[in-house]
């Protein structure tokens, strides 16, 4: 079974632009969480998204924005970036449930210059 | 509200020496807790989970923790390290009391395995 993929791999942009990162789950996982992992503040909880609904969110400004697809592939915006999001993006894939185990992507390196 | 704390930033073993990666949570009710491993430039991968089953639990690649609910603390030990066990190490709370998913990561450990 193939693992949870992310495209691109690593983006170059600048400030005031905006970037769309894609998130293909495991074959059968319904829910797509996304983190953002920096050196400064870690691993923090960005959004998860279950059958194309955001379920929960964490404490991120409103330029960051998700959906998910039927075919629970899920997407993250940013739209106005600022040097500060220059961060490694990961998505986690799982089947939904609350104890269900999150099976990470290998993540986009995103660079805003 | 449910956090976890890895004590050390860094922590610097010789090969074939024991790993000891230290954790400790705060949570209201009995946590689910995890220790995940991040290789460089690559994604994260699960070690080992506790979820109430048993209190020692075995992971991957030799790895094992302990939950002791009277210290608030799951370790992370292996008895003797490898060089490819260089990576950063991650304990893991996951926020229970909801319908849905969230992890709370603490701030890592990364293991230096020297020659």
């Known amino acids: 079974k193939a693992g949870v993929t992310q495209t691109p791999r690593y983006l170059i942009k600048t400030r005031g632009q905006q970037v769309t990162l894609s998130c293909s789950p495991i074959s059968g996982h319904r829910s797509v969480s996304w983190y953002q992992q920096t050196p400064g503040q870690g691993l923090q909880f960005l959004f998860e998204y279950f059958s194309e609904t955001q379920r929960n969110k964490g404490n991120f400004p409103g330029r960051f924005s998700g959906r998910q697809f039927s075919n629970s592939r899920s997407e993250m915006n940013v739209s106005t970036l600022e040097l500060g999001d220059s961060a490694l993006y990961l998505c986690?894939?799982?089947?939904?449930?609350?104890?269900?185990?999150?099976?990470f992507g290998p993540g986009t390196r995103l660079t805003v210059l | 509200a449910q956090s976890v704390t890895q004590l050390d930033s860094h922590v610097s073993v010789s090969e074939g020496t024991p790993v000891l990666l230290r954790c400790n949570y705060s949570s209201s009710y009995s946590p689910s807790l995890f220790w995940y491993v991040q290789h460089p430039n690559k994604g994260l991968q699960l070690l080992l989970k506790?979820?109430?089953?048993?209190?020692l639990v075995k992971g991957i690649n030799g790895f094992e923790a302990e939950f002791k609910k009277s210290e608030t603390s799951f370790h992370l030990t292996k008895p003797s390290a490898h060089m490819s066990d260089a990576a950063e190490y991650f304990c893991v709370v996951r926020l229970m009391n909801t319908g849905f998913q969230k992890l709370v990561f603490g701030t890592g450990t990364r293991l230096l395995v020297s020659p």
């Open positions: 986690a894939s799982s089947l939904g449930g609350p104890e269900d185990e999150q099976f």
């Open positions: 506790y979820t109430s089953a048993a209190t």
